[in-house]
């Protein structure tokens, strides 16, 4: 029996369901399948009762579930401990976040970070919210930042600003020579460059094109926030960015629309999870975020 064996098992386990704890844990279904079956085998009881394809913990994974978790924090209290007693100035502390709030938020607060802290090592992800999720819930990184369509009940979150995302456009589009807002049937019209599959972002401009009984009119999809700005620098459509990203960048070749009774926000939230050992640098760390967003400490 290993960690990553206990983490699969935890996950499947909350997620009831291998297809979704596979995608999850970004392994494949066969994969996670073998390792859950070695687990069971090991333990010599199976952990789950298999119905027409859906899996639901029986009595003995029930209290398996309680006893992994117990061994996952401890694990995680000892790696931390000993950190600390090798050198309790400097700490490290683990976080991820999504590509676009690399572009000028998190340098921002890394900043802050370093400034108050510099003998703290930061390990950083640049991953998406399901990339987080899943280091999070398997103890792997500390902190997450990020926007989420599903909650978890092990996590907790706490929202640290909303961001609006806001059309642009080429200099060289007609939008761009505008002084009022354009219709959002006349942005339908137009190609639109959408995020990757998955994404919060693509799931956030889903649900608001939905409320408004549209269609997007996708060119490209699939893409990266970096990849999205050179798309709309050489004309090739049209995209909506977060509000942040925009402001903080060198708008040469690039205008930001107005649409008419179209407002779409993200919320960006502060992720960790409710229980569970927190070294004193990553106790501290939360403190900096909260005290740099004015927000009180929990």
């Given at each position: 029996?290993?960690?990553?064996?206990?983490?699969?098992?935890?996950?499947?386990?909350?997620?009831?369901?291998?297809?979704?704890?596979?995608?999850?844990?970004?392994?494949?279904?066969?994969?996670?399948?073998?390792?859950?079956?070695?687990?069971?085998?090991?333990?010599?009881?199976?952990?789950?009762?298999?119905?027409?394809?859906?899996?639901?913990?029986?009595?003995?994974?029930?209290t398996?579930l309680?006893e992994?978790?117990?061994?996952?924090?401890?694990w995680?209290h000892?790696?931390?401990?000993?950190?600390?007693?090798?050198?309790?100035?400097?700490?490290?502390?683990?976080?991820?976040?999504?590509?676009?709030?690399?572009?000028?938020?998190?340098?921002?607060?890394?900043?802050?970070?370093k400034?108050?802290?510099?003998?703290?090592?930061?390990?950083?992800?640049e991953?998406?919210?399901?990339?987080?999720?899943?280091?999070?819930?398997?103890?792997?990184?500390?902190?997450?930042?990020?926007?989420?369509?599903?909650t978890?009940?092990?996590l907790?979150?706490?929202?640290?600003?909303?961001?609006?995302?806001?059309?642009?456009?080429?200099?060289?589009?007609?939008?761009?020579?505008?002084?009022?807002?354009?219709?959002?049937?006349?942005?339908?019209?137009?190609?639109?460059?959408?995020?990757?599959?998955?994404?919060?972002?693509?799931?956030?401009?889903?649900?608001?094109?939905?409320?408004?009984?549209?269609?997007?009119?996708?060119?490209?999809?699939?893409?990266?926030?970096?990849?999205?700005?050179?798309?709309?620098?050489?004309n090739?459509?049209?995209?909506?960015?977060?509000?942040?990203?925009?402001?903080?960048?060198?708008m040469?070749?690039?205008?930001?629309?107005?649409?008419?009774n179209?407002?779409?926000?993200?919320?960006?939230?502060?992720?960790?999870?409710?229980?569970?050992?927190?070294?004193?640098?990553?106790?501290?760390?939360?403190?900096?975020?909260?005290?740099?967003?004015?927000?009180?400490?929990?």
């Open positions: 029996m290993d960690m990553s064996q206990l983490k699969n098992f935890i996950i499947t386990a909350e997620q009831g369901s291998m297809t979704k704890a596979a995608d999850l844990l970004m392994l494949s279904q066969p994969a996670l399948s073998r390792s859950i079956t070695s687990l069971e085998t090991e333990l010599g009881v199976p952990l789950f009762d298999r119905r027409n394809r859906k899996i639901v913990l029986n009595r003995f994974g029930k398996f309680t992994a978790k117990h061994i996952l924090q401890r995680d000892t790696r931390t401990s000993i950190s600390n007693m090798v050198d309790p100035e400097s700490g490290s502390v683990s976080i991820a976040f999504v590509h676009s709030l690399g572009i000028a938020y998190v340098p921002k607060l890394l900043k802050n970070v400034e108050q802290e510099p003998k703290f090592s930061l390990s950083l992800q991953v998406n919210a399901n990339a987080i999720i899943k280091s999070l819930l398997t103890n792997d990184i500390d902190f997450g930042f990020a926007t989420q369509f599903q978890f009940a092990e907790e979150y706490q929202q640290l600003f909303k961001d609006n995302l806001v059309l642009v456009v080429s200099i060289d589009h007609a939008f761009a020579k505008r002084d009022e807002a354009i219709t959002i049937d006349e942005l339908i019209e137009e190609p639109l460059i959408q995020y990757s599959p998955g994404t919060e972002l693509k799931k956030l401009l889903d649900a608001a094109f939905a409320d408004k009984n549209k269609a997007m009119n996708i060119a490209y999809e699939g893409l990266e926030i970096n990849s999205i700005i050179g798309m709309v620098k050489a090739l459509g049209v995209a909506f960015m977060a509000e942040s990203i925009v402001d903080s960048l060198s040469t070749g690039l205008k930001k629309v107005a649409v008419e179209f407002k779409v926000e993200r919320p960006i939230y502060f992720i960790h999870k409710k229980q569970g050992f927190l070294s004193n640098a990553a106790t501290h760390f939360k403190q900096i975020v909260l005290d740099f967003h004015h927000l009180p400490h929990r």
